[in-house]
Structures are given as structure tokens and as C-alpha cells.
């Protein structure tokens, strides 16, 4: 242990730990509504612990890591079990306990068979981003970062809702080993650079961002880094693998996956820092697929008639939006880009919800088989109404804040040409928009529709929890800005200070 005393050193621990141990209390239980409320009531507890965490880094916002402990792991290599939270990455802990819970309790109704299994496999993917966001260690964070593959894969493999979910697995692991291959190669090179500075190695990041990176390796390793970060955010072109995964796999993996982007995490919390001047030299090329993936994304999802697939590429479009504020370098940017992050995570989860709920009355969410779900579930209505409007960027809701901060801090910065992501706006209403009018307010196309059950208690409870982190979120954005401020300041900072001489190529 390296700071601090008291609860606050072992707490982080516990939620990181927490989920697997609830996974490992199921395995022993036989019946199936027992197996689902001690998952749900484990992660109802994990949620409560992120939140207090939240709340009290919060009320002591400061740029140095919270939290922070530090364990012997791997003395040979110079890596320990050190993880830590601070402004960038506190709001990701209550965003990714509230996802798990949604996955939870959506799974008493939508998992038929081996609903223990799925239970734990979801558990297991709550550590292992938990752990992508808080660790402080570069060989803790790429195993935290590889155990998220294998319950995906698990995951959309047999819990899948298509027929091509075999398919749509294989194709995510493949993605997802690519690009551990260049991340792997990255932290070991920073590691040795280290060792070539001070003659020891050390993955330890803290430690790491005090040893300068040589120019030319500061190159190599944001390609080898921003390739792999890219790959899972997902930004085009590297966002084939996500389309298939929303749309053949299971609508619980696909509100995690959707909603937890650790690949634009991975930009924030090692790519800037670690390779800040390289990142300067090359933010324009950020910029230039950022403002293509708006582009190609929002128009992608115009022409999807299915709303898993039109998340899938409207997600690709707002990761661009989120990138395209980081590569700005300032505070208004990055700020907006984190804002953009957690309401990414509540928008595609709500959508998603819907969509799960659809499939599960009809059995399709293509609108040619919808129409005239209002006036049969308005409920249901109600709920995909705000998610869109949120999704579409209204004022009053969580995802105005992050999109006019992050356009904001790219036009600062880029000026005339950052205004193309302008489009995002319209765009993003538009396919929101339409979707929601053909599902919902169009003529009934199909009898099933006419025998629709509008969401029950429970349903509504799941939706209500998301909507109103939106409507919140967007009336006080201070409650996740303000926590980030310190942080983001001194990462802008550092930008700034490593970017003498170098000018953006816009």
C-alpha cells in the first residue's frame, strides 16, 4: 500500500472484487429465480459502493489519484496490483455498476437456459472493465483488458439472438486479439524505455509518465496504441465487428458493450499522457477519421431499419464526436468528451433496453414488422422517447452537454473545418427521429402489434433508472464536469507543454 489509510485504501479493491465473488456464490445455487435475485442483489451492492465512491471523490475533486492502492505482483518485470481513480475515469465506476444491473435484471425475461451461467459471464465482464478504468498498472490493465474478451465471447456465442451469432463472435475475438497484439507490444516498449531511463523495469504508470519518451518511439507507440483503442472504441474503419455483435448477440452483453467504450478510455488514460507529443504531432489524422466516422456513422444509421444496428453505427458516430474533441487538446474538448462518453453509455443502453423489449413481444426490431406501438404500449413510448431525444442531443438531456463542449473544443481549435461535425446534430435527430416515428407513431403493418403487453413493474423500473440519469445528467452536468476538472486540466497542461513547435496539420 503506497497512500492513505483506512477504508478508503481496501474499498477499490472490493468493487473490483466484488462481482466475482457474487459469480462465484452462484455457482453452488440450483433454482433459478434464487440465482437471478442474488445476482441482482450483488449487483445492486456494487452499484451502491461506485456511487459512494463517486460521491466522495467528488466532494474533494483534485487531479491526484483516489483510491489508490498499490499490492506486490510481479517484482521480476516491475509490475504490482495498483490501481487508483481520478477525475477522468470516477463517473465510468456508477456508469458501469448501473449497466450491470440493467443486464442483470433484464435477464430474468430475455435468457431461457442456462441463465446461471449467462449471470456469472456477465459478473465477470463488470470486473474486468472495472478494472480497465481504474488500473494504474500496464500489465494489470492489458490482463483486465483481455479477460473482457472471453465472457463476450461467451456471451453472444450461445446466448446470441441470431442466427449468425457463431459468426459475429468469432469476428469480435479476431478484432480483439489484433489489437492486443499492438497494445501488448506497446506496454512492453514503454517498460523497456523505462529501463533504458532509469535501469529497471516498470509498468507502473505512475512511474512511467515520469520518464521521457524519444520522438521516434513516442510515433511508434501511438500507432501501436491508438490502433488498438481505435479497433475497440470502435472509430471507422475498424467498427465492422460491432454491427453483428448488437445485432446477433444478446441484448445484455450488447448495453455493456455498447455503453462502456474503453477504447476512447484507452486515449484518455494512456495515449494523451504517455505519448502526449506524439499525439499532438498526429491529432489532425485523429481529427480527419473522427469527422469521417460522424459522417459515415449518421448516415450508416439513417439507412438501418433494425435499431440494433442503427445504434451499432450511430455509436460509431458519436466515438468519432468524442475523438474528434479529444484530438482539440483543450479543456472545452476533452471535458466534453468524457460528458460524451457517460451519456453514450446511458443512451445505447436505454435504446438497447427498448430494442430487448421489443424482440422479446415481437421478435424482430426491423420497423417493417413495427408500427403503432404508441397507442399499444405508451409506456414503452414514453421511454424510447426520451432515450432518442437523448440520443439525438435535445437540451435538457445528457447528451447536449458533451456534444456543444466537444464541437466546442474543436472548433477552437481546428476552426472552419471542425464544423462538418456539425452534421452529427442533424444526423443523429434524423435517424432518432424517423425510427421512433415508423415504430411508434406509423399505422400498424402487422396484427402482432395489436397484441402487444405494455412493460410491466419491473420493465418500467429498468427504464426509469436510465431516463432519469438523463434527464439529471442533463439539467446538472456539473455532477460529472466538476469532479473532472482538475484532471482534465492537468492533462491538457501536459498536452500543451509537450506541443512547443508543433502545429495542427488542419
Known amino acids: 500500500m503506497i497512500q492513505g489509510a483506512g477504508d478508503g485504501l481496501s474499498l477499490l479493491t472490493v468493487l473490483l472484487a466484488w462481482p466475482l465473488l457474487v459469480a462465484v456464490a452462484l455457482v453452488p445455487l440450483r433454482e433459478a429465480r434464487i440465482i437471478h435475485r442474488v445476482a441482482l442483489i450483488g449487483a445492486l451492492l456494487e452499484l451502491v459502493i461506485s456511487v459512494w465512491m463517486f460521491v466522495a471523490f467528488s466532494a474533494a475533486p483534485t487531479a491526484t489519484f483516489q483510491f489508490e492502492e498499490q499490492l506486490p505482483w510481479i517484482d521480476a518485470i516491475g509490475s504490482t496490483i495498483h490501481v487508483g481513480i481520478d477525475g477522468l475515469s470516477a463517473p465510468f465506476l456508477p456508469l458501469t455498476a448501473l449497466l450491470t444491473v440493467v443486464a442483470v435484471a433484464q435477464a430474468r425475461a430475455t435468457v431461457s437456459h442456462r441463465q446461471k451461467a449467462y449471470l456469472i459471464s456477465v459478473m ?33 456465442k450461445l446466448w446470441g439472438t441470431g442466427p449468425g451469432r457463431s459468426h459475429a ?175 453514450l453509455g446511458l443512451t445505447a443502453a436505454g435504446l438497447l433496453l427498448i430494442a430487448g423489449f421489443i424482440h422479446q413481444r415481437l421478435g424482430t426490431t426491423d420497423v417493417v414488422a413495427l408500427g403503432g406501438l404508441a397507442a399499444r404500449a405508451p409506456a414503452l413510448a414514453a421511454f424510447a422517447l426520451v432515450f432518442a431525444f437523448a440520443e439525438a442531443g435535445l437540451p435538457g438531456t445528457s447528451g447536449f452537454p458533451g456534444e456543444f463542449l466537444a464541437l466546442l473544443g474543436a472548433f477552437r481549435e481546428f476552426g472552419a473545418p471542425s464544423l462538418i461535425a456539425l452534421a452529427i446534430v442533424v444526423l443523429a435527430a434524423g435517424y432518432s427521429l424517423i425510427w421512433l416515428q415508423r415504430a411508434f407513431y406509423g399505422p400498424v403493418t402487422r396484427d402482432p402489434v395489436n397484441h402487444v403487453v405494455d412493460l410491466g413493474p419491473r420493465e418500467a423500473s429498468i427504464a426509469f433508472a436510465i431516463a432519469a440519469m438523463i434527464v439529471l445528467l442533463g439539467i446538472f452536468p456539473s455532477l460529472v464536469l466538476d469532479p473532472a476538472e482538475s484532471s482534465v486540466a492537468q492533462l491538457v497542461e501536459r498536452l500543451a507543454a509537450t506541443a512547443d513547435g508543433l502545429e495542427p496539420r488542419m
Open 124 to 156: 465477470t465482464f463488470s470486473t474486468a472493465s472495472t478494472g480497465v478504468f481504474t488500473a494504474l498498472d500496464l500489465a494489470l490493465f492489458f490482463v483486465f483488458w483481455e479477460l473482457m474478451l472471453v465472457p463476450t465471447f461467451v456471451l453472444i
Open 169 to 343: 463472435a468469432t469476428k469480435y475475438v479476431l478484432a480483439m486479439l489484433m489489437g492486443s497484439v499492438t497494445l501488448l507490444a506497446a506496454f512492453v516498449l514503454l517498460s523497456v524505455n523505462h529501463r533504458t531511463a532509469t535501469g529497471s523495469l516498470s509498468f507502473d504508470y505512475l512511474a512511467l509518465l515520469e520518464v521521457e519518451v524519444p520522438a521516434g518511439l513516442g510515433t511508434v507507440l501511438f500507432f501501436l496504441m491508438a490502433f488498438s483503442f481505435m479497433l475497440k472504441a470502435p472509430l471507422f474503419p475498424l467498427h465492422s465487428w460491432l454491427p453483428p455483435a448488437l445485432q446477433e448477440g444478446p441484448i445484455g452483453i450488447g448495453i455493456l458493450l455498447a455503453g462502456l467504450k474503453v477504447g476512447v478510455f484507452g486515449f484518455l488514460r494512456l495515449i494523451m499522457p504517455l505519448t502526449s507529443a506524439a499525439f499532438m504531432q498526429w491529432r489532425w489524422l485523429i481529427a480527419v477519421l473522427a469527422i469521417i466516422a460522424i459522417l459515415y456513422g449518421g448516415l450508416a444509421a439513417l439507412a438501418q431499419p433494425d435499431l440494433r444496428r442503427l445504434i451499432a453505427f450511430a455509436g460509431v458516430s458519436h466515438v468519432g464526436l468524442a475523438l474528434l474533441g479529444l484530438s482539440s487538446g483543450n479543456a472545452d474538448g476533452v471535458s466534453g468528451a468524457v460528458f460524451l462518453l457517460v451519456n
